[in-house]
């Protein structure tokens, strides 16, 4: 039986011990680098081991590893797990650069090793069905692509953490932290990748003021200046493999708006339509007709999406190597999400230029 280990004690980890618990997959040791917090996770969890040194994810007992860490730690530990024949769920964002991701896909396919990134929202039963109206060729070619993803999770006051930190979380904020979900989706549904970009970024809040863990929008008394270096909203337009066009609109200030992530596809024989709110419901419909609710009545939430993407990537892991065709997003998919986020931010800093995505890695 492969046993698994997790990099990083954090919110997402429970996800993911979470996700392994309900399919059977032991998990040999968590490894944090707060003592407190791995020894807590672990007796939560029923994890036989926890360590504060990631050398414990090399373990002969461990076969794969879920990195649940911040981003600036991924790309080292991932090219030494791969270096050492271990599969790997990566959460988002992959890594920071081009050439890391570059290095990263590459190894992955040399190694023959199954290596997917938590992109879990085309698990969405919705979204699945979704891919399968856009692929019949009662669709049609695909023409527009747009839609948003709003949270209010940044809005004043909000929690100071390691994404407000540029060597934690790189140079974004709202592009890789739910804009990698959107462009993931998009393409997916849609079969087409976005091959160029021209993107306008806001810092609403460009100064803060801190108290305590809490960012706050006005100055006070006892509260200390927190300069914000990383994008709270974007907008951005998009061009499509194919020659269809989009758009898409991010924030992270928006009041309300929990976890609205929308899309819309529109082909020339149907329109389609779903948001993560309204998570089972799609609608479609054909110019002059009803529009058509298919209403999943048994669907699913946020957890049931990862367990259906840990279940699908383990059918791989079980089997020893990566299947012809895999549902699960890869590294492949981690790498084509960071080329398109530096090229976003590319676009932002040359005032809204259109900037294109390089595909292959001697472009990158």
């Not at 988002?92 to 040399?110: G, I, M, Y």
């Not at 698990?123 to 070619?141: N, Y």
């Not at 390691?162 to 934690?168: A, E, I, Q, T, V």
């Not at 089972?280 to 957890?303: D, Q």
Request: charged share 20%; aromatic share 10%.
């Amino acid at each position: 039986m492969i046993k698994a280990a997790i990099w990083g004690a954090g919110y997402i980890a429970a996800t993911h011990a979470e996700s392994l618990r309900g399919l059977g997959i032991p998990i040999h040791v968590v490894v944090d680098r707060n003592a407190d917090k791995a020894r807590d996770f672990a007796q939560r969890w029923g994890i036989p081991h926890w360590s504060q040194q990631p050398e414990e994810l090399f373990s002969d007992q461990v076969g794969c590893v879920h990195l649940c860490t911040p981003p600036n730690l991924h790309y080292e530990m991932a090219c030494r797990l791969l270096e050492a024949g271990k599969h790997i769920l990566c959460e988002k964002p992959l890594c920071f650069s081009n050439t890391e991701a570059d290095t990263l896909a590459r190894l992955a396919r040399e190694k023959g090793l199954v290596c997917g990134v938590n992109f879990n929202v085309r698990f969405h039963q919705a979204c699945q069905q979704a891919k399968k109206l856009v692929d019949s060729p009662d669709f049609g070619r695909v023409l527009l692509i747009h839609g948003s993803y709003l949270q209010e999770f940044s809005a004043p006051p909000s929690l100071r953490d390691w994404r407000y930190d540029p060597k934690l979380a790189g140079e974004m904020h709202a592009v890789t932290e739910i804009g990698s979900h959107w462009m993931d989706i998009a393409q997916y549904i849609s079969g087409k990748r976005i091959t160029a970009v021209s993107a306008l970024f806001d810092r609403s809040y460009p100064i803060r003021y801190q108290e305590g863990n809490l960012l706050y929008g006005e100055p006070a008394p006892g509260r200390e200046l927190f300069p914000v270096q990383s994008e709270e909203a974007a907008m951005v337009n998009l061009r499509f493999q194919g020659g269809a066009i989009g758009s898409m609109v991010l924030s992270e200030i928006s009041q309300g708006r929990y976890n609205a992530l929308s899309l819309e596809v529109t082909g020339e024989k149907q329109n389609l339509w779903w948001n993560a709110e309204q998570n089972n419901l799609l609608c479609h419909a054909r110019k002059g007709g009803t529009v058509e609710s298919n209403v999943f009545a048994f669907g699913n939430g946020f957890t049931d999406t990862f367990r259906s993407l840990a279940a699908a990537f383990y059918e791989d892991v079980l089997q020893g190597k990566p299947s012809e065709h895999p549902v699960y997003p890869t590294f492949e998919d981690g790498r084509n999400n960071v080329l398109l986020s530096n090229a976003i931010l590319a676009s932002a800093r040359q005032d809204s230029k259109w900037v294109q995505v390089a595909q292959k890695e001697e472009e990158a």
